[in-house]
C-alpha cells in the first residue's frame, strides 16, 4: 500500500483545516476507519503477530481452488487470497490456512481466521454475524440438470418449479430455489456441495444450483452427462457479491476492504477471473 510522503499529507491537510500546526500531525501508515487499527504493511492486528491466517473450506473445490490445495497459489479463490495478501504486506511465506467448514465461516463467534475465502455471498443477514470485505466476484447463479431430465429443458424460472431440485445448506443457491422457483416440493439440501452433485449424478434430483463457474466445472469434468440450463438474473439492486469474511470485532476489516478496492481498481482481480474461471457467455438468462 504506498503511502504519500508527509510534506504531501501535511499540504493536503492544511488545505482542508487552514493550518498545519492544528490536527494535521501526519501518521506513518493509514488507519482502519472503522477500528482504528493501523494498516501498515505487515503489521495488522492479525491472529497471529506477522502472519496472515486465511480460512476456507474443505474439500476446496475447483475453479476456485486446485489439487484441493488452497496453499498453491492455484484457482481463483487462492490468486485473490495472495494478490490481498501481497496488499496488505504478507508475503506468501507468511500465509497460513486454516479449514472452516462453509456455514461456520459466517456463524457468530470468534473467528481463528483473519479472513475467509470460500464463495461466500454478501448479505444484510450474514452481515448480523460478521463483518465483510468489498465484493471480489460479482456472480449469478445457475441451473446444471442430467440430460434428458425434465430440467434440461427448461427456457424460464416457471419450468423449474415442479422438478426435484437441491443445493447446498446455507447457501444463496438454496436461498434462490426457496426465493425465486418457489418449487413444488421441497428441495434437497445437503451439507456439502460434493453430497448435491452425487444426488444429482445417481438422479436422486433432476438439478442442482451453484454459482456460474462451479456449474461449467461440474458440467465439463464432473458430471459430463450433465448441462447448464441457465443462469437467473442479478439478485437485489446491487447483485450478488462474494466477500472475504472477517470476524465482526476484526480492527483490520477496513484494511482488507481497501485492499480489495484497490485490486479491483487496477484491474487484478478483471485479470485473475479471465485465467481462472470459465467463461459464462453461453448461459442463458431464465426469466
Given at each position: 500500500?504506498?503511502l504519500?510522503s508527509?510534506p504531501a499529507l501535511l ?13 494535521c ?6 488507519s482502519?476507519a472503522?477500528g482504528?487499527?493501523s494498516?501498515a504493511?505487515?503489521k ?5 503477530a ?7 473450506d474443505k474439500?476446496a473445490?475447483?475453479?476456485w481452488?486446485q ?18 495478501a501481497?496488499?496488505l504486506g504478507?508475503?506468501r511465506s507468511?500465509?497460513g490456512?486454516r479449514?472452516?467448514?462453509f456455514n461456520n465461516a459466517?456463524?457468530?463467534?470468534e473467528?481463528?481466521f483473519?479472513?475467509d475465502i470460500?464463495?461466500i ?9 460478521v463483518?465483510f470485505?468489498?465484493g471480489?466476484?460479482d456472480v449469478r447463479?445457475?441451473?446444471?440438470a442430467l ?23 446455507g447457501t444463496?443457491?438454496l ?8 418449487p413444488s416440493?421441497?428441495p434437497a439440501?445437503y451439507?456439502?456441495?460434493d453430497?448435491a452433485k452425487?444426488a444429482?449424478?445417481n438422479g436422486?434430483?433432476?438439478?442442482i444450483l451453484t454459482?456460474l463457474?462451479?456449474?461449467f466445472?461440474i458440467?465439463?469434468t ?10 437467473f438474473a442479478?439478485t ?5 457479491r462474494?466477500?472475504l469474511?472477517?470476524?465482526?470485532e476484526?480492527?483490520?476489516t477496513?484494511c ?10 487496477d484491474g487484478t482481480?478483471a485479470?485473475?477471473?479471465k ?5 459464462a457467455?453461453?448461459?442463458p438468462v431464465l426469466?
Open positions: 500500500m504506498r504519500a508527509r499540504a493536503v491537510c492544511a488545505a482542508v483545516l487552514g493550518s498545519a500546526a492544528v490536527g500531525a501526519p501518521q506513518d501508515a493509514p482502519d472503522a482504528g487499527a494498516c504493511p505487515g495488522l492486528a492479525t491472529v497471529t506477522g502472519k496472515l491466517t486465511v480460512g476456507t474439500p473445490y475447483a475453479p481452488f489439487d484441493d490445495d488452497p496453499a498453491n497459489g492455484k484457482g481463483f479463490e487462492s490468486a485473490v487470497a495472495y494478490a490481498v501481497d496488499r504478507y508475503p507468511a500465509v490456512w479449514t472452516v467448514p459466517f456463524a457468530p463467534g473467528k481463528k483473519d479472513f470460500n464463495q455471498s454478501i448479505s444484510a443477514s450474514r452481515k448480523q454475524a463483518a470485505s468489498s471480489y466476484y447463479q445457475a441451473v446444471v440430460k434428458g431430465s425434465k430440467a434440461a429443458g427448461a427456457k424460464s424460472i416457471a419450468d423449474l418449479k415442479d422438478v426435484r431440485l437441491g443445493a447446498q445448506v444463496t443457491s436461498d434462490v430455489i426457496n426465493d425465486t422457483v418457489r416440493r421441497r439440501v451439507q456439502k456441495n453430497f452425487s444429482l449424478r436422486q434430483v433432476d438439478a454459482d463457474p462451479t456449474a466445472y458440467t465439463s464432473e458430471v459430463t452427462d450433465a448441462k447448464v440450463v441457465g443462469q442479478d437485489g439492486a446491487d447483485g450478488e462474494f466477500g469474511v472477517l470476524d465482526k476484526s480492527r483490520i477496513g482488507v476492504r481497501s485492499a480489495v478496492d484497490a485490486l479491483r481498481k482481480l485479470a485473475l477471473e485465467k481462472w474461471l470459465a467463461d457467455a453461453h448461459a426469466k
